[in-house]
């Protein structure tokens, strides 16, 4: 396999398009030709997780964070991005990071979080929009079947829980073709009435081009006719947060220690508890601070995430109990989450991850 073959496996995860505008996801140093040897997945990229791959003989490294968040200006390993950039060239690893992407991609980071607490009933916080878009296709009749099942293979008609969905509706097709044609029905130069089948599906935005493609390699046409739309509609599953209910109500200390013990924390931080017991629990990886109001919409009565602010914690007085486990805790999952997923995909690869810790935070 080749370093785009992988970058393409990750991306049907965790999309690139589905990155913050602020992010850096994608491959950020190597050749997308370049063979694979073998894989190290970390949260961050350090000396140690560079020196692993080398000596193991993996020439890719894929990070959760970016190690170039901020652009480059020169590369004189004047710091910690230059320096580790410089290693990776001359080590000759490629380094792809799939940072808010797999935040927000349905079972990411989150989610995963969310199991490891096992939550029932778990749904995205901050929905997004925009994320979706309607095909339209006109085929003959005969052909409708196998262009359906081409789209659906490509990864259109998905709703929610429910995939293989479209609306048909059959109607009169008219074209005229033109000097140098080979038209599938009819004759040059003689306008051709048909019977058609209307095949509208949903597909994700990121899928379009793919979907469009596979119905084209199918079709009998030799010009498809097909219409593309913008849906304001949500993605079911794609957005940052999730919540979620426990499978009976605790007391609220007793689900406090319960998480420190389930995300292994050498220590967490929470506000005053404002309530006895809980049962509705929302989470984000990482930065979720800004998810608190959504939380509270939800009717969650705990918010979990990586880090806040000492003045955040005032957002959620009196509203939600807020508990801050540490950035590290709430996305190393995102290790695992990449683990098992490469693994079922590519089952006879060498994929390991970092044996060292990448923290770089420690408590006294």
Known sequence: MIVRDIVSLIEELAPA??????DNTGLTVGDPRMEVSGIVLCLDVTDQVLDQAYH?????????HPLVFKPLKRLTESNRPERLVAKAVRYGIALYACHTSLDAAYEGVSWRMAHILDLQNIRTLEQRDG???????????????????????????????YDQCSFN????????????????IGEIGVREDTAEVKIETVVPRHLCNRVVRAAQKVHPYE?????????????????????????????IMDFICEIK??????????NEPHCE???????????GASLIQDAVSSGAEVFITGEMKFSEFFDAEDAITAVRIGHYESEICAVDILFDYL????????????????????HL
């Open 17 to 22: 398009q589905y990155q913050e505008s602020y």
């Open 56 to 64: 193991s003989g993996a020439n890719m490294v894929i990070s959760h």
């Open 131 to 161: 994320e979706l878009r309607k095909i339209v296709v006109y085929v003959p009749e005969s052909y409708a079947e196998q262009v359906r099942s081409a789209m659906f293979s490509a990864g259109a008609g998905a709703i929610g829980r």
């Open 169 to 184: 509706s059959v109607g009169c097709g008219t074209f005229r073709a033109g000097k140098g044609c080979e038209p599938y």
């Open 223 to 251: 010009e498809m006719a097909y219409d593309i739309y913008t849906l304001n509609n949500v993605a079911e599953g794609i957005g940052l947060g999730v919540v979620g209910d426990l499978p009976q109500e605790m007391p």
């Open 261 to 270: 013990k389930r995300f292994n924390c050498e220590h967490i931080e929470f």
């Open 277 to 287: 017991k809980v049962r509705r629990v929302a989470m984000c990886g990482g930065s």
């Open 343 to 362: 693994t079922k995909k590519i089952p006879n690869f060498a994929v390991r991850k970092c044996e060292k810790s990448t923290n770089p935070i420690r």
